[in-house]
């Protein structure tokens, strides 16, 4: 029964809540008269997942799905850019606009955009130590003599979290004032 109670707990919670006396008593009827109780937990996990799997929805995981691929292009253009500026203005538009969209999920935007750029430093920089110390050509040595003149700073790039926060406070402060005067009028 120990088995029973940690798979029930892949169920959502308002779903255990609802239908749990329910499974409890479908599952040990079903345990009593079968050969193979194995089949009945993977049933029970088959539907835990199905569950929990049904909880996503586009309208909750499509902004993230769209996001994702934004900033790793985001992380990727810091790593060939030569100036920050261009950096700075695209993780405040990114930003501002994603927290305009979906103001509830700001900080989300924040994180996600302003991590990517020091992901792929830190990743670029991780290849270039694997290259060094295995003799694999993971990247061209252009690559890494463009990106890295001189020793990289990897602190210094989560830097690119204060405009991702700028950004995402400014679109989600501007979604909040029209909100605010739809109500007024």
Same mark, same amino acid.
């Given at each position: 029964?120990?088995?029973?109670?940690?798979?029930?707990?892949?169920?959502?919670?308002?779903?255990?809540?609802?239908?749990?006396?329910? %499974?409890?008593?479908?599952?040990?009827?079903? @345990?009593?008269?079968?050969? @193979?109780?194995?089949?009945?937990?993977?049933?029970?996990?088959?539907?835990?997942?199905?569950?929990?799997?049904?909880?996503?929805?586009?309208?909750?995981?499509?902004?993230?799905?769209?996001?994702?691929?934004?900033?790793?292009?985001?992380?990727?253009?810091?790593?060939?850019?030569?100036?920050?500026?261009?950096?700075?203005?695209?993780? #405040?538009?990114?930003?501002?606009?994603?927290?305009?969209?979906?103001?509830?999920?700001?900080?989300?935007?924040?994180?996600?955009?302003?991590?990517?750029?020091? @992901?792929?430093?830190?990743?670029?920089? #991780?290849?270039?130590?694997?290259?060094?110390?295995?003799?694999?050509?993971? %990247?061209?040595?252009?690559?890494?003599?463009?990106?890295?003149?001189?020793?990289?700073? %990897?602190?210094?790039?989560?830097? @690119?979290?204060?405009?991702?926060?700028?950004?995402?406070?400014?679109?989600?402060?501007?979604?909040?004032?029209?909100?605010?005067?739809?109500?007024?009028?």
């Amino acid at each position: 029964m120990r088995l029973f109670e940690l798979l029930l707990r892949l169920y959502p919670k308002p779903f255990r809540e609802r239908f749990e006396a329910e %499974l409890r008593d479908t599952f040990e009827h079903a @345990a009593a008269e079968s050969d @193979a109780p194995r089949a009945l937990y993977l049933d029970l996990f088959a539907g835990g997942v199905r569950e929990r799997l049904g909880e996503f929805s586009v309208q909750r995981v499509g902004p993230i799905i769209l996001a994702l691929p934004l900033a790793t292009l985001t992380g990727y253009l810091d790593m060939r850019a030569r100036e920050v500026q261009g950096i700075v203005l695209i993780l #405040l538009i990114l930003t501002g606009v994603f927290a305009l969209a979906w103001p509830r999920r700001a900080w989300l935007w924040a994180l996600l955009f302003g991590v990517s750029v020091p @992901a792929w430093h830190f990743g670029v920089a #991780l290849a270039g130590l694997m290259q060094r110390a295995s003799g694999w050509d993971l %990247l061209p040595d252009a690559t890494l003599t463009h990106v890295y003149i001189v020793k990289p700073n %990897l602190a210094a790039t989560f830097l @690119a979290l204060i405009p991702a926060v700028i950004g995402s406070l400014f679109g989600a402060g501007i979604r909040m004032a029209i909100a605010f005067e739809i109500d007024r009028v």
